[in-house]
């Protein structure tokens, strides 16, 4: 037996009555909520019993004033997913329990018009997790047996603040921003005991045994470039959200410590190579544009709904994000990448107008 269910209620603001100081809201709520499960026993073609439930919230909520836009935005979503391994009662039922999405994403902006489509922008952003995450190996028991905490809530977390120049369409907006404050947190002393800090930097000092020497915050100014594009119906039915952040520390070249000899480089650099194919030399090695492109954090976004029928649509999500403070040279280098897709069934409920 296999179940797929997904409930989405949308809530939504037509603009309000104009206040005295001639602006109005206009907002909107998407609350789902969306549960899987498949049950297999004593089935021919095999098959593992699983539930997988996903909770998720998207609200945007806009004022409009005819010198200024405040533009506020919340995506958050977890998910958890059990899987029977074995369909019997060795190592308990449902024994892999394991996360399939945890994201906390706020978004405050506030743009003021200067000149035709350009302007002036201040954006607060941040993001971190709801939950511990965790890197496992093997399987079934063994694997929970063996798991290592590799994230938590505001382990990491980052808050970013920028100040630029937009250039603002109907579906598409550009900021450039050269003075962009970005500061990564790690409150949780056991993952900088064992090296995981993501990008906060400890002194030369730094005792593994004495949390009191642990630093917790690490403070960014650099440049920050922001592409966004949405539009709803770019074919029939076919709506696209694209979203693509670059952000560069002005400190990186120094805490990457880059020098013509490698191994004055692997000595003084604030980063570490780990289980990776590359090396010192390698990365010595690079000519200017490469090494700027190294140090170059990235995280873009592409989301994909196809309305099928008025209650019933397809979903596909990307996340890509590249950033050398989140591990060593492994596998996938410092990517992470994040891919999702899906058919959703949804209920329309709107608001009456105010």
Request: proline share 3%.
């Amino acid at each position: 037996m296999a179940m797929a269910l997904t409930i989405t209620a949308l809530a939504q603001d037509e603009p309000a009555v104009i206040n005295p100081f001639n602006g109005s809201w206009t907002t909107s709520s998407k609350p789902a909520l969306t549960i899987n499960e498949q049950l297999y026993n004593n089935w021919s073609s095999s098959g593992n019993s699983q539930i997988a439930a996903t909770a998720s919230f998207f609200g945007n909520y806009k004022y409009t004033h005819a010198r200024f836009v405040w533009d506020n935005v919340a995506d958050l979503a977890y998910g958890y997913a059990w899987q029977d391994l074995d369909n019997d009662t060795v190592g308990g039922r449902f024994e892999s329990r394991r996360k399939s999405i945890d994201k906390i994403d706020l978004t405050s902006s506030l743009s003021f018009k200067a000149f035709k489509d350009w302007g002036a922008n201040f954006t607060a952003n941040f993001k971190s997790q709801f939950d511990n995450g965790y890197e496992y190996n093997g399987f079934g028991p063994a694997a929970e047996a063996s798991k290592v905490l590799v994230s938590g809530f505001m382990a990491p977390a980052y808050l970013t603040t920028a100040l630029s120049f937009e250039h603002k369409r109907d579906n598409w907006s550009v900021s450039l921003s050269f003075l962009t404050g970005k500061t990564t947190f790690v409150t949780n002393d056991s993952l900088i005991s064992v090296g995981k800090n993501y990008g906060v930097i400890q002194p030369d000092d730094f005792d593994a045994a004495d949390p009191a020497t642990f630093r917790h915050a690490y403070f960014a100014l650099g440049s920050y470039v922001k592409l966004f594009y949405l539009k709803k119906d770019i074919l029939p039915r076919l709506d696209l959200y694209a979203r693509a952040e670059f952000f560069y520390d002005y400190k990186k070249p120094g805490n990457m410590a880059w020098n013509a000899d490698p191994t004055v480089m692997a000595t003084e650099s604030k980063y570490t190579l780990s289980n990776g194919t590359d090396t010192w030399e390698r990365l010595s090695g690079m000519n200017w544009l490469q090494k700027r492109m190294f140090e170059t954090d990235i995280d873009f976004e592409l989301k994909l709904d196809y309305r099928l029928s008025n209650h019933i649509a397809a979903n596909f999500a990307l996340n890509l994000k590249y950033d050398t403070d989140f591990s060593g040279m492994g596998r996938w280098g410092h990517w992470q990448i994040y891919q999702m897709a899906g058919i959703q069934i949804f209920f329309d409920i709107k608001t009456p107008k105010n």
